[in-house]
């Protein structure tokens, strides 16, 4: 596996046996299930529960919920509406519980890299965990009762994020997504269901989750990541042999590195050229792990959040700009 993965999730969707799902459910009735959850997660039996902080999204600002999505650490349907919902994130936010989205919860972890085997089996031992107290809706032939019909079963999507500007150049993504789809796969915007690609990152998941083990999902999703993997090398390889790519990854780096003021979408762009120069040897002085942290840290909301002050589209420009230029 090559730099194009830079993260892997996995979500385990799961519903409390004796209440309603969400949807039907009263203001008291999430408030009660919200709190029936954190209790069990600050009680359960685990040293893990010492390295879990609990946040409620009404005590949240609107850059902290925002913030929260552009770290893909909620879903943005989460974060719109904060009536008995809360999430509870490890300290180093590798670990998320989404509590009263359209499920109960939303286990998810999160790894950098390709470690689809490592978030999964952090994933199965916090659900164990929570099994024990909180007694989950399940059924002998239909698995994981979740509120939508395609969550049923295993209640689990896996997915990569996925660099892939040499595919996204060829115009190939679209022809690859339909034929994932006859594999039980599906790749979408870099935010999930709905959402646009940005920086040429996109979200590879497991589609279908009734009839099949976690274990046949991920393997599944192991080797076609790959494949894909493989056919984005052979494009880079091609394009970025030539001038014309290579000029235009080192203007890329000349604007950023000198820039006083730049939009998100501008950087977005500049910096998936740049990454392609890094992952493909042409720039040596940058890190990886460097850039895809700056891809997060120029984000709106997380700006404002990590400078803890509100600024104007204006005054982001300008930040946004310091801040690139300071890390390169």
Do not use: W
């Not at 299930?33 to 600002?61: F, G, M, Q, T």
């Not at 939508?148 to 997915?159: D, E, K, Q, V, Y």
């Amino acid at each position: 596996m090559t730099d194009s993965g830079m993260q892997t999730r996995v979500r385990l969707a799961r519903n409390l046996r004796k209440y309603p799902f969400p949807i039907r459910l009263s203001t008291a009735g999430k408030n009660e299930v919200c709190e029936r959850i954190i209790e069990a997660v600050k009680n359960c039996n685990s040293p893990i529960k010492d390295e879990l902080e609990v946040y409620y999204i009404k005590d949240l600002s609107e850059p902290e919920r925002i913030s929260l999505v552009e770290k893909h650490l909620a879903s943005p349907e989460f974060v719109s509406d904060s009536t008995g919902r809360a999430i509870i994130l490890s300290k180093d936010r590798s670990m998320s519980i989404m509590i009263n989205e359209e499920d109960h919860l939303r286990i998810q972890v999160l790894k950098d890299g390709f470690d689809l085997d490592g978030a999964y089996d952090l994933a199965d031992k916090l659900d164990t965990l929570l099994d024990e107290t909180l007694e989950f809706a399940f059924d002998e032939r239909l698995g994981y009762l979740t509120q939508c019909p395609t969550n049923l079963g295993t209640g689990m999507r896996a997915s990569v994020m996925l660099h892939l500007p040499a595919l996204e150049n060829n115009r190939a993504i679209s022809r690859i997504a339909a034929n994932l789809q006859k594999l039980g796969l599906t790749i979408r915007g870099t935010y999930g269901e709905g959402s646009e690609a940005d920086c040429a990152i996109y979200q590879l998941s497991n589609q279908v989750t009734l009839g099949i083990s976690e274990q046949s999902a991920i393997e599944n999703l192991k080797n076609i990541t790959n494949q894909l993997v493989t056919q984005e090398e052979k494009a880079q390889n091609r394009i970025c042999s030539g001038i014309d790519a290579q000029d235009k990854i080192f203007r890329s780096l000349g604007i950023l590195r000198n820039a006083r003021l730049i939009t998100r979408d501008e950087a977005m762009k500049l910096l998936s050229n740049v990454r392609l120069g890094i992952i493909s040897k042409i720039i040596e002085d940058i890190e990886l792990q460097k850039l895809d942290k700056l891809i997060v840290d120029i984000q709106p909301a997380t700006m404002m959040v990590n400078l803890k002050t509100q600024l104007s589209p204006g005054d982001r420009d300008i930040k946004r700009a310091e801040i690139i230029r300071n890390t390169l």
